[in-house]
């Protein structure tokens, strides 16, 4: 079994940052999509960022110039730097790791709260 183990949530200011961190208690599977989803209170979990094994990346429309995913394929994690952010930002975000033999795995989530 694989443990997501997510980090660097918290408060912070409209226009700052944050850094999100998630870690594969297992550096030794192969993974091949990581990336993250978000989940603000009454509304669908919805994608935010995603990068392929070999770099590739794509984002949700609404982070785009504002949010960077990026990983570590040796120590399997990922990362979401935020930045400029905004009270719309505010939701609960999620890991998630695609093994090609045992599918996905999901981090226990990370309170994000932008304040105006």
């Known amino acids: 079994q694989v443990q997501l183990v997510e980090s660097g949530g918290g408060l912070v200011q409209a226009g700052g940052s944050l850094r999100l961190s998630c870690a594969a208690s297992?550096?030794?599977?192969?993974?091949?999509?990581m990336g993250w989803y978000r989940q603000a209170p009454g509304k669908q979990r919805e994608l935010v960022a995603a990068?392929?094994?070999?770099?590739?990346?794509n984002y949700e429309d609404s982070v785009k110039g504002r949010f960077t995913i990026s990983r570590d394929n040796a120590h399997n994690t990922v990362y979401l730097q935020l930045t400029s952010l905004k009270p719309e930002d505010t939701a609960v975000y999620y890991c998630y790791m695609d093994t090609p033999l045992n599918g996905r795995y999901w981090g226990q989530g990370t309170q994000v709260t932008v304040a105006s």
């Open positions: 990068v392929e094994r070999g770099g590739d990346t």
């Open positions: 297992r550096s030794t599977i192969r993974v091949n999509l």
